[in-house]
């Protein structure tokens, strides 16, 4: 089956710090790669998104680039802000199957 | 584009009243809507697939009788928690797909329900 596996928070950094947030899948076929963003008390928000090999996501100096010979989909960002402070979720989408979510990583930016 | 809203975005209930809340698709048709449900610092959880003018999919484990899931139009999905109980305190999150959006799912704000 499908499966999304995350690295486990928080990370902590500060800001104008690199962030990496490490995300590997298991799936068939060729699935679809996202990254979705939840601030607090909010639902989800799509950060990025790639839906083949090599494609890279980008979307607010977020990236990830889509590696299929190491199943990964790395969220990173240069610089990060206080303001991205939030639960970051990888999550992969099969044919017409349904969404499937890694548990979350939490990243706390602090001045 | 592509805006999913929910209402209400909070909600407090007694135990053993019925609480419904509201998925809908404002900008495009919604052929599936997922209802999903979120423990505190914990990932999304699928409760149930709905598409339209069908019976909705529940996932195993979920109680279909208590989370009744109605999608009677393409921009509209309702869930109603019957009998609630505090146990049923929870983050509800609804999503919303469409072919034409190529099955990409856009998430609604959330409802927080809380069960006294």
């Known amino acids: 089956g499908n499966s999304v596996t995350q690295m486990e928070g928080p990370v902590t950094l500060s800001e104008e710090a690199f962030l990496t947030i490490n995300c590997t899948y298991t799936a068939t076929g060729y699935p679809s790669l996202f990254w979705y963003v939840q601030y607090p008390g909010e639902g989800l928000q799509l950060l990025l998104k790639a839906t083949k090999a090599d494609d890279k996501g980008s979307n607010k100096g977020f990236e990830a680039t889509y590696r299929k010979e190491t199943t990964s989909f790395h969220l990173e960002k240069g610089s990060v802000q206080v303001s991205d402070s939030a639960v970051y979720f990888c999550?992969?989408?099969?044919?017409?199957?349904?969404?499937?979510f890694g548990k979350g990583t939490m990243l706390l930016v602090s001045p | 584009g592509a805006v999913v809203s929910q209402h209400p975005s909070w909600v407090i209930c007694k135990s053993g009243t019925s609480v419904k809340i509201e998925c809908r698709s404002l900008?495009?048709?919604?052929?599936?809507m997922f209802w999903y449900r979120q423990f505190p610092k914990q990932s999304l959880m699928l409760m149930a697939t709905s598409n339209e003018g069908s019976k909705a999919t529940y996932e195993q484990g979920v109680e279909k009788d208590k989370f009744l899931i109605n999608h009677a139009s393409l921009t509209l999905s309702t869930l109603t928690v019957t009998s609630a109980h505090p146990e049923d305190s929870s983050f509800y999150i609804c999503s919303a797909s469409s072919e034409s959006l190529w099955l990409e799912q856009y998430f609604g704000p959330g409802t927080r329900l809380t069960v006294t």
């Open positions: 900008d495009f048709q919604a052929t599936t």
């Open positions: 999550a992969l989408l099969s044919g017409y199957s349904t969404l499937t």
